[in-house]
């Protein structure tokens, strides 16, 4: 905005030297105006650019929103949706995808795993695939499409990326996919999973690699065998959140930070638990309920009325603190869940602003505090 005020500062003193100030006429004066303002707006709209502006993933070419949206919700039935799938839901998906595009929330993130044929599910990749494709018949929409392969048992070899990876752009109905990542180490047979990666990269089926729920030794060792084959690895996705650091903790976080690979934030909001609406009385039902249960919740509210202070102050609620909290930590990427329009509408107002240095601390002071969530699928 410097070069805004300069000229608002020219027009103050009619266009001349502090010593000396020549009489302008009103055409004259219009102008310099008009100018002064234009300045000002186009700098106004350039720190408006770099506010909103993507973030590259890693030492990739691939740049995506500041904040992405996670699609495990869609078609599932298993954890989610109450172990049903029907077509009110299928329409608040939908939404959830389109409000999403509208508000610049353009990398979407999912996996072969997430909605199998089992109980009625419908699998999340042809879901997005075909919210993209209904969306683009209207209109060209940039969309980064991150999804995963199944490190299963019965998996072997570089091939079974391929053949995995094949299959996953069938139901997405794409050519390609911005991201291609392990979900999870398998039990055997990680090098040749990391060598299917980078034959997918070199083949052109995908434009980055990554991995995901990798503690630091894998982490480092997976990138030094990508980098032998020319290879950037741009991603870890693992669970972080203002209640569950243990990125922090195990040296993820720090090793991301130090091999330019971007960490990719599931659960930012610990599954809704940190958008506060839940309680002591009133904890989530499902699954969800044998990890936040209320003795949880009770050690919680803390934590959780010093977000409400501090988001008040903002004019914003609790699952905006959060998930700001976890953009200010810097080469972070959080993706919530979004289940519907309304979901999606909230997680776009923590963008386009941002919580102090001594904010940021105090909350990871006060989540200090809370302990014991373990998650079923973790790297420690």
Known sequence: MAAAAMALQVVAAGGGCCCQRPVLGPDRRRRLVAAARAVASNAAAAAKVSEEGKVRLGGSDVAVSKLGI????????????DSEWDDRRLQEAKAAFDTSIDNGMTFFDTAEVYGTALMGAVNSESLLGGFIKE???KEQIDVAVA???AALPWRFGRGSVLSALKKSLDRLGLSSVELYQLHWPGLWGNEGYLDGLADAYEQGLVKAVGVSNYNEKRLRDAYARLKKRGVPLAANQVNYSLIYRTPELNGVKAACDELGITLIAYSPIAQGVL??????EKPPTGPRAN???PEFLTKLQPLMNRIKEIGESYGKNPTQVSLNWLTCQGNVVPIPGA???????????ALGWSLTGDEVEELRSLAREIKGIKMPIEES
């Open 70 to 81: 996670g699609a495990w919700s869609w078609g599932d039935t298993t954890y989610w949706n």
């Open 135 to 137: 969306r683009r018949e």
């Open 147 to 149: 999804t995963k392969f």
């Open 275 to 280: 958008s506060g609406k839940y309680t002591p």
């Open 291 to 293: 990890t936040y249960t």
């Open 339 to 349: 289940k519907n329009a309304g979901q999606a509408q909230e997680f776009a107002g």
